[in-house]
């Protein structure tokens, strides 16, 4: 089966630098995606890795690494608009690629 | 925006009614899903759809139904509401090839008493 786990929390200070990790144990995947969730409000797609690396995006860049099942959501300069709810996903292989399987989420709390 | 939307927006029933969900979308995108979410489990997917009159069950199924009887409309049933289904639901639409990207709805928030 999928699992992916994430700190449940984690703090950090305005204008800080924030690393969100996420571990996985699947038999393998197409990708790892982020997505953000205000409180009482949608998540929202962030980012996608299909292969191994560092993908950038503005303030937000986003890490995986297959061979150690693991894979980080970089946060820099952060804003106190960024406290939010992260959670990373995989699509699971073999014929279902087309679900995700999210992990419980980080919740992120920004402090000035 | 995606063009997404879900109704109602909030729900209150009692246990042992069926409930049906509504999501709609304009984007005239092939995939659908259902959602709930819950403190400490994250999202988990209930029921999917890849395509017209096509489904299939998520994780945690039990308790539901699903219909996709047009492209734009993808309902979500509780046959029989029960307190554990309270909860807030989220449709959520993806395209071929891209089904990591997925755009949510604005949810629905459910409380069976």
């Known amino acids: 089966g999928q699992s992916l786990e994430q700190p449940s929390e984690v703090t950090a200070v305005e204008g800080a630098i924030v690393q969100i990790n996420c571990t996985y144990q699947?038999?393998?995947?197409?990708?790892l995606s982020w997505y953000q969730q205000h409180d009482g409000g949608a998540p929202t797609f962030l980012s996608y890795?299909?292969?191994?690396g560092l993908e950038e995006t503005g303030r937000f860049s986003s890490f995986l690494s297959r061979s150690d099942s693991y894979g980080y959501l970089l946060l820099q300069e952060l804003q106190m608009k960024d406290s939010a709810s992260y959670f990373c996903?995989?699509?699971?292989?073999?014929?279902?690629?087309?679900?995700?399987?999210f992990g419980s989420g980080t919740r992120l709390l920004v402090r000035p | 925006d995606a063009g997404i939307t879900q109704s109602p927006r909030h729900k209150v029933t009692e246990t042992g009614t069926p409930v049906t969900l509504r999501c709609h979308q304009t984007e005239n995108h092939r995939y659908m899903y259902w959602y709930r979410q819950d403190p400490g489990h994250g999202l988990r997917l209930i029921h999917y759809s890849y395509g017209v009159k096509d489904t299939d069950k998520g994780e945690v199924s039990d308790g539901y139904s699903v219909s996709r009887s047009k492209t734009e409309d993808f309902l979500l049933t509780l046959e029989s509401a029960t307190s554990s289904q309270t909860s807030v639901y989220f449709c959520?639409?993806?395209?071929?090839?891209?089904?990591?990207?997925?755009?949510f709805g604005p949810g629905t928030r459910l409380l069976v008493l």
């Open positions: 890795n299909a292969l191994d």
């Open positions: 959520a639409i993806g395209w071929e090839g891209t089904v990591e990207t997925q755009y």
């Open positions: 996903a995989v699509s699971p292989p073999m014929g279902s690629s087309y679900k995700l399987i």
């Open positions: 699947t038999s393998g995947f197409y990708g």
